[in-house]
């Protein structure tokens, strides 16, 4: 009777010690004596090179972690200025200064290098300023910001060629990207970044969210 001899193919023996991955400790001998191919260099030890992929894994756990701790950081800073905002905003006495406050901390507590406030009714006290335009909400100017007026939220990056115009006017060559953040039923604010890596979609608008719930909340107090 003629023996059947099996031939296992190198998938099947990979498979065999992915199930049984204590093997190698049962023939310390065979551990050792395992090469493993390098992309660069000279092959190394099976031991050499599982302690290489150990530590590339630390490095970019700790990496991670380093862009976590970044992160939080960022946020925080981001907190404790939308809170001093907030604080801001509830100090003024009208709504002219209280639209001042808010185009004043854009400018200065979050880095904007162009600050534009869209009103749809003028606000008494309010003089003329680079920062401010009255608009109706039904200027054609506007209608290309209708989705984001409609929507109520947030939006991040770069805008469109007419869009630019409308908002920074002769200055529009200067800005590369924009975070838009609509008021229901009073305008919208815009903040204009030289950066065109600053503003983008998709990035997080909580902030921004919070920043125009505490302005619609401040102006809400001296509506007729």
Same mark, same amino acid.
């Given at each position: 009777?003629?023996?059947?001899?099996?031939?296992?193919?190198?998938?099947?023996?990979?498979?065999?010690?992915?199930?049984?991955?204590?093997?190698?400790?049962?023939?310390? +001998?065979?551990?050792?004596?395992?090469?493993?191919?390098?992309?660069?260099?000279?092959?190394?030890?099976?031991?050499?090179?599982?302690?290489?992929?150990?530590?590339?894994?630390?490095?970019?756990?700790?990496?991670?972690?380093?862009?976590?701790?970044?992160?939080?950081?960022?946020?925080?800073?981001?907190?404790?200025?939308?809170?001093?905002?907030?604080?801001?905003?509830?100090?003024?006495?009208?709504?002219?200064?209280?639209?001042?406050?808010?185009?004043?901390?854009?400018?200065?507590?979050?880095?904007?290098?162009?600050?534009?406030?869209?009103?749809?009714?003028?606000?008494?006290?309010?003089? #003329?300023? #680079?920062?401010?335009?009255?608009?109706?909400?039904?200027?054609?100017?506007?209608?290309?910001?209708? +989705?984001?007026?409609?929507?109520?939220?947030?939006?991040?990056?770069?805008?469109?060629?007419?869009?630019?115009?409308?908002?920074?006017?002769?200055?529009?060559?200067?800005?590369?990207?924009?975070?838009?953040?609509?008021?229901?039923?009073?305008?919208?604010?815009?903040?204009?970044?030289?950066?065109?890596?600053?503003?983008?979609?998709?990035?997080?608008?909580?902030?921004?969210?919070?920043?125009?719930?505490?302005?619609?909340?401040?102006?809400?107090?001296?509506?007729?």
């Amino acid at each position: 009777m003629t023996a059947t001899v099996e031939q296992l193919g190198a998938h099947e023996v990979a498979a065999w010690l992915r199930r049984h991955p204590r093997f190698l400790q049962q023939f310390p +001998d065979l551990a050792i004596s395992l090469v493993v191919p390098r992309d660069e260099g000279p092959a190394a030890s099976l031991a050499s090179y599982q302690l290489e992929v150990l530590r590339d894994k630390n490095r970019e756990l700790a990496r991670r972690l380093q862009d976590l701790f970044g992160n939080a950081q960022e946020n925080e800073r981001l907190s404790v200025r939308t809170h001093q905002l907030t604080l801001a905003l509830m100090r003024q006495g009208n709504a002219a200064d209280t639209l001042r406050a808010m185009a004043a901390s854009l400018a200065e507590d979050f880095n904007g290098d162009l600050v534009r406030l869209v009103l749809f009714k003028p606000v008494a006290g309010l003089d #003329e300023a #680079e920062w401010l335009q009255v608009m109706p909400a039904d200027d054609a100017r506007l209608q290309s910001f209708r +989705d984001c007026l409609d929507s109520g939220e947030p939006l991040c990056g770069r805008l469109q060629p007419e869009k630019h115009t409308a908002l920074y006017g002769p200055r529009a060559d200067e800005v590369q990207s924009t975070a838009l953040l609509p008021l229901p039923g009073i305008g919208l604010v815009a903040v204009g970044s030289r950066d065109p890596n600053r503003f983008f979609p998709g990035m997080g608008t909580l902030f921004l969210r919070m920043m125009g719930e505490s302005l619609t909340a401040a102006l809400a107090r001296y509506a007729d």
